[in-house]
């Protein structure tokens, strides 16, 4: 029967109310009729408007209040809010969302008070900021603790609606501190399943969802992080979401698509929670079943999936931060972690149809990890046989339409090649007969050569700098070794590739000289400048090939010699005669060895200068600081007194000129500052 919401339906409720025993069960059929006729949208402004939503909210907290009525209510309340802001702002506004939380205690109410939450707080901040305050999930958490809510069965409409109300709550500000700490924990509990299986492929994402929301909160870490078997729950359902619904039976696509959305958001995560100070602590990579579980998934076929891979080499990267930690997983060899890394790799750049497909966060991951590796000098030797020189000469190749994974590979060989003569051994080899590449046909020499070329090629300047920084490691062996630095008897160039090194630097002088200038032009990294005055000095004194090098570096535009001028005289105004001159355009004019009878070399006053300075070069600090300035600009001299001495007839324009210019301020400034020491 059809029925008005006014003043009239208000005095027949409070009536009912006032009217002993038997007028309740009138009171509950009116609520229940009211209750159903809410579900249309047009009767909720009447029944705000009639204040007959005001008595309701009145109704509910008292004592006397029968299961009935209480359920009478809360469907008025459920129905009456639903879409509806204005009434839930009266709800809000009358603090009775504390009670309908309190009704949770009386279990037989769950299956209508959940509904009735969702309808109220979704799409509507200020009710979701109360029930937050009030402590909901708290509440929601102990219920699922009693372990009586279990997925497939009857209960996983109330599961679905939970998991709705958390994903609503886990973004309020306060629900950080408000939180049970178990509640992640709670959650992927249930992503496990129960004794008659898996959860819903729509369950299991709900699950995992709050589970990783709650977890990104830094608060709630610490306790997770304490107990190992939350960290196996994690990795179990990260598992389980990688492989245990790979095979439904007419599966939803959206809840395929919210899977590999979890897939993803367990990678970061995983990542996050391993960077954490006391991950490494907690679980050792010598001891702990966690971190060898996070070896098993990258080196055993049983889990060749390219997620569980990814957060296998993320987090095993941040547990190798100590020496200590990256040195046991190289030289251990029930580990040899190296090994897998770089057959991963090789299965990445030369894929067959039982490969997991690389996805470039994977490939990133993988050479990230390996990076961490390279770092302790024990292991760049067993590094550099797994991946120098063919398999990261084809990274750097085929990953050229992926910039950063890229600069990752450039990066990796970087690292393999500081203080390694043995490494840039293997760099330095002429191209194999059956390498592929993109170069033309013998444009490329050496596997140094390829670097070269496709750092100077890259869009992206962190890759050229890494190339560059590569390309001072190789100088650095070769200058040293000539020096006599180097081990007793250790050669760096292999003689069956290159007889000497005059002809090596024939083939790579102009790469090397075009990487070095870009260094030692750049303003952005003062301690590679530094570093490359050192390796400029170093090649200065060269009487194999290397001072054509330098020749090339100080003809080279104009940025370069401005660097160098600021390096020895603190300024620039003595390179102000080489202004007008056209930029770095990659060229190199053909250096020769005629000379100018009117402009003869003057070596004998040069060598005077170096040999009263007793100059020579200074390996560069890493810090910027008085020494540095002061090595600097002993370095500098010595590269510029080099020249001058036995090619400044090879210096173009009015170099000549400006570097007489340095040379003689520099001298100056050098000696007041050893009077100063």
Not at 196 to 216: D, I, K, Q, R
Not at 358 to 383: E, R
């Amino acid at each position: 029967m059809a029925f008005t919401l006014d003043q009239n339906l208000l005095s027949q409720l409070e009536a009912a109310w006032n009217g002993g025993d038997k007028p309740l069960d009138t009171l509950a059929n009116l609520l229940e009729r009211i209750g159903d006729g809410v579900r249309d949208p047009s009767l909720r402004d009447p029944l705000r408007e009639s204040g007959i939503l005001d008595f309701v909210l009145k109704l509910l907290p008292t004592e006397e209040l029968n299961l009935s009525l209480k359920r009478q209510c809360l469907r008025v309340l459920g129905n009456g809010c639903a879409d509806c802001d204005e009434n839930r702002a009266k709800l809000v506004e009358s603090g009775q969302l504390r009670t309908v939380i309190r009704l949770l205690n009386d279990r037989s109410l769950l299956p209508l008070l959940l509904p009735v939450l969702y309808n109220v707080i979704v799409d509507y901040e200020p009710a979701q900021l109360q029930v937050c305050e009030a402590g909901l999930s708290k509440a929601l958490v102990a219920l699922l603790q009693e372990g009586s809510l279990q997925p497939g069965g009857d209960h996983d409409q109330v599961l679905h609606l939970i998991n709705n109300i958390f994903e609503l709550l886990v973004s309020q500000k306060p629900e950080p501190e408000v939180a049970d700490p178990s509640t992640p924990a709670v959650f992927l509990a249930l992503a496990g399943g129960s004794p008659t299986g898996l959860p819903s492929v729509e369950l299991f994402n709900g699950f995992c969802t709050v589970a990783l929301a709650y977890l990104t909160y830094e608060s709630l870490q610490p306790s997770f992080l304490s107990s190992a078997s939350n960290i196996l729950h994690l990795q179990q359902a990260f598992y389980n979401a990688c492989y245990s619904y790979e095979n439904l039976d007419e599966p939803d696509l959206d809840d395929l698509d919210q899977l590999k959305t979890v897939c993803t958001t367990f990678v970061t995560l995983l990542a996050d929670l391993s960077a954490h100070p006391s991950f490494s602590e907690l679980y050792p990579i010598s001891s702990s079943p966690v971190s060898k579980k996070f070896l098993l998934w990258l080196s055993s076929e049983k889990f060749a999936n390219q997620h569980l891979r990814t957060a296998a080499c993320l987090c095993l990267g941040n547990l190798s931060r100590s020496d200590e930690a990256s040195t046991a997983l190289v030289a251990d060899p029930t580990i040899h972690v190296h090994t897998h890394l770089a057959s991963l790799l090789a299965q990445a750049l030369d894929p067959d149809e039982k490969s997991v497909p690389a996805t470039p966060q994977l490939l990133h991951a993988l050479l990230s990890f390996a990076k961490n590796l390279a770092i302790p000098q024990g292991n760049k030797m067993p590094l550099g046989e797994a991946f120098l020189p063919e398999l990261l000469a084809g990274a750097w190749i085929k990953t050229a339409v992926q910039p950063q994974v890229q600069f990752a590979a450039v990066s990796l060989a970087r690292l393999l090649l500081v203080n390694s003569p043995g490494n840039v051994t293997k760099l330095c080899k002429h191209l194999a007969a059956d390498f592929k590449h993109t170069e033309k046909e013998g444009e490329v020499k050496s596997y140094f050569h390829l670097l070269m070329t496709l750092g100077a090629r890259s869009d992206l300047e962190p890759t050229k700098i890494e190339t560059a920084r590569g390309v001072m490691s190789v100088v650095r062996a070769l200058q040293q070794a000539q020096a006599g630095i180097q081990e007793e008897g250790e050669e760096v160039l292999d003689e069956k590739d290159w007889k000497t090194r005059e002809e090596f630097y024939e083939v790579h002088g102009p790469l090397v000289a075009k990487h070095l200038t870009h260094l030692l032009a750049q303003g952005k990294y003062p301690a590679l400048r530094s570093e490359v005055l050192f390796v400029l000095a170093l090649l200065a004194r060269s009487t194999d090939g290397g001072a054509s090098v330098v020749l090339r570096v100080l003809n080279e535009g104009t940025e370069a010699v401005k660097k160098l001028a600021v390096a020895v005289t603190g300024s620039e105004e003595v390179a102000a005669g080489l202004e007008g001159e056209s930029g770095d355009s990659g060229r190199i004019e053909e250096v020769t060895d005629e000379k100018d009878e009117k402009e003869e070399d003057k070596p004998t006053e040069v060598t005077s200068i170096m040999e009263g300075l007793n100059l020579n070069p200074q390996q560069a600090e890493t810090k910027p600081s008085a020494a540095a300035t002061a090595k600097d600009r002993e370095n500098g001299l010595v590269l510029v007194a080099e020249i001058l001495r036995a090619h400044s007839s090879e210096l173009k324009g009015p170099r000549k000129g400006v570097f007489e210019e340095i040379l003689k301020k520099g001298t100056e400034l050098l000696q007041d500052d050893r009077k100063g020491n």
